[in-house]
Structure formats: structure tokens, C-alpha cells
């Protein structure tokens, strides 16, 4: 595979996984009954947003550890 192919399908993983890292922080806002557009920068909105980009933040990292080359074991 190129290097150019290996980064594109790289980039590309990283990018959905944040997005539905992001995507699952918003729904787990939502339940817990916190409204990420609400007027203003009041606590539960801030909660919210955190919520948000954590979730974004630990699916990029599960995609990575997802797609990580795994090393080939040798023949015992």
C-alpha cells in the first residue's frame, strides 16, 4: 500500500472516530438532561461541551488503537 493510501485511510479513521466519539458525548449529554446549544455559557451547556469533547477525544483514540498495525507473530 502507498504511504499517500496509508495516511488517507489513516486520517480518514481518525475522523469518524471523533466524530462518533463526539456524536456519543452529545447523546450521553442529552440523557443526562443537558442541552449543549442552550443560551448562553451557564453550567449544565459547559457540562455539556466537556461531555462533548471528551467523547470526541476517547473515539479518535479508540480508532487508532483500532487500526494500529498490528505486529506479525513469527512461527513457533
Known amino acids: 500500500?502507498?504511504?499517500v493510501?496509508?495516511?488517507l485511510l489513516e486520517g480518514a479513521g481518525?475522523?469518524?472516530g471523533f466524530v462518533?466519539?463526539?456524536?456519543a458525548g452529545y447523546g450521553a449529554g442529552?440523557?443526562?438532561g443537558l442541552e449543549l446549544f442552550?443560551?448562553?455559557y451557564g453550567l449544565a451547556s459547559l457540562v455539556a461541551i466537556a461531555l462533548v469533547g471528551l467523547g470526541g477525544g476517547l473515539g479518535l483514540q479508540l480508532a487508532r488503537r483500532y487500526?494500529?498495525?498490528r505486529p506479525v507473530q513469527p512461527p513457533e
Open 30 to 32: 442529552r440523557l443526562l
Open 20 to 23: 462518533a466519539g463526539a456524536l
Open 38 to 40: 442552550a443560551p448562553g
Open 67 to 69: 487500526l494500529r498495525p
Open 1 to 3: 500500500m502507498t504511504a
Open 14 to 16: 481518525d475522523a469518524l
Open 5 to 7: 493510501k496509508t495516511l
